[in-house]
């Protein structure tokens, strides 16, 4: 299970996702038909943006956009299990990975279903990051997102170096955001 860029027609759909949700009041970390979206906040509760994971035809389409962050590359991965207990956000637990594969893009046993590419952020503390996720549903099908117990999205401090099992070597762990939902 790879990630991709999302080309123009994946990018109008998580558009009018996010933008469905947003006209039916849903709040971040609640799941509304295809689309699931996660508040990231530090443990004390700075808010850094905010992650939208639309159900595609071939895959999950996920749009990260982070603010109030320091300028540099950062790891982001989808953690398994839907709590952002603080300080360490070590409740998230490991990453999503229901393949059973070690982590990375450059790990020939990888990458884990939750690993995406760093997010960059810019000296203006803010960064967006598309990607799709092949493969995989939000809720039902094969290889579902959402189970009983939800998935999290974790921003780490530093960068990852997409080989280095099981993490990336991407230092701690700075904002988490709970996907909530269930089969």
């Not at 999302?6 to 609640?30: D, F, K, R, T």
């Not at 170096?161 to 991407?170: A, C, H, I, R, Y």
Request: aromatic share 4%; with cysteine; proline share 5%.
């Amino acid at each position: 299970m790879g990630q991709l860029h999302i080309g123009l027609s994946a990018m109008v759909l998580l558009s009018l996702a996010a933008a469905g949700c947003s006209q039916e009041g849903v709040s971040p970390g609640e799941v509304s038909g295809n689309v699931a979206r996660a508040a990231l906040a530090g443990a004390d509760g700075t808010a850094y943006g905010e992650v939208i994971v639309a159900q595609g035809d071939n895959g999950l389409l996920v749009n990260i956009t982070a603010r109030g962050m320091s300028p540099g590359p950062h790891g982001v991965h989808i953690h398994q299990t839907g709590k952002c207990e603080g300080p360490d956000f070590k409740s998230a637990g490991g990453h999503w990975n229901p393949s059973d594969k070690q982590h990375g893009f450059d790990n020939p046993q990888g990458a884990h279903a939750g690993d995406f590419f760093n997010l960059d952020i810019g000296a203006d503390g803010t960064g967006a990051l598309e990607a799709t996720i092949s493969g995989a549903s939000l809720s039902d099908g094969d290889n579902p997102l959402l189970d009983a117990d939800g998935a999290a999205f974790i921003v780490h401090e530093g960068p990852d170096d997409l080989k280095t099992d099981p993490s990336g070597d991407s230092g701690g762990r700075l904002a988490c955001g709970v996907f909530v939902g269930g089969r």
